[in-house]
């Protein structure tokens, strides 16, 4: 038995009154919007003393790869970093304005060592407010004074505080090298390891994924930013061919006469 959901009283609460229309609609043809499908392989991984994020540099336009080296690390503060997944220009335009934000906020703290917390609760309720379609999946990483954070943040404002993270459409090859290899005795050189291995599993088995691999190494003693860290994807050398003198047959030849009419020397100082 089919609802009415025109004679549900909506006052106060959610409205559903469009969904009969909308199913209206799909009957007569019209095809309604969806969600844009976009690649990406991004991961976190906290260790002893750091805290790691990994990105591919693969963006997509549906089967269309748009760019192979684009950058999808951003800069939030002096002490915390943020990868991007989803829509290029929505993890870019939000990054910034927290990123500002944090800028602001360094000048109460000393040594700039703005609380991670400030800059994922600014990042949860911007994305909140628009209640997904601002498409921007955020692992956010820092080290503050109470210690180092690590944060998965949803184009929808949901929000999680894990050891290790991976989110994109790579995400479920990423995962799978994090929990079977993660432990909270990582030193730096086994945490990027990890880290590249599994953005490599996203790299290798996601179509939306691939290229480089970009490292960042955040420590209490300054931020390390490695980009192209690991390139698995490198294009061979292109082969040179030599063509022996006169392969080309010529066909025809003509020959323009120039009569000189005037002729200068000019003297230049070196």
Not at 166 to 193: F, H, P, Q, V, Y
Not at 221 to 235: E, V
């Amino acid at each position: 038995m089919a609802l009415n959901y025109s004679s549900i009283d909506d006052d106060g609460a959610f409205s559903f009154r469009n969904l009969e229309r909308n199913a209206k609609l799909e009957k007569m043809g019209l095809k309604m919007p969806s969600f844009r499908k976009t690649g990406t392989t991004i991961v976190g991984v906290t260790t002893r003393d750091c805290v790691i994020l990994a990105a591919d540099t693969r963006a997509t336009s549906d089967t269309i790869v748009m760019e192979k080296n684009c950058e999808k690390i951003h800069y939030i503060g002096k002490y915390m970093h943020c990868c991007g997944a989803g829509t290029a220009a929505d993890t870019m335009q939000v990054t910034r304005m927290v990123s500002a934000n944090v800028s602001l906020q360094a000048f109460k703290f000393p040594d700039e060592m703005v609380p991670v917390a400030f800059a994922a609760r600014s990042l949860r309720q911007y994305l909140f407010k628009y209640m997904g379609y601002v498409s921007a999946a955020l692992i956010l990483g820092g080290i503050d004074n109470t210690g180092s954070h690590l944060y998965s943040i949803y184009s929808h404002g949901s929000i999680d505080k894990l050891p290790y993270i991976s989110m994109g459409s790579g995400s479920m090859a990423a995962i799978s090298e994090l929990e079977s290899r993660w432990n909270e005795n990582l030193t730096e050189e086994e945490g990027m390891k990890l880290a590249c291995d599994a953005i490599l599993g996203g790299v290798f088995n996601d179509l939306g994924s691939g290229s480089n691999v970009d490292l960042c190494i955040i420590k209490k003693d300054g931020t390390r930013m490695l980009r192209n860290y690991l390139t698995p994807n490198k294009k061979p050398a292109t082969a040179k061919y030599v063509y022996p003198t006169g392969l080309t047959k010529v066909l025809r030849k003509s020959e323009i006469k120039f009569q000189v009419a005037e002729e200068t020397v000019m003297e230049v100082d070196s």
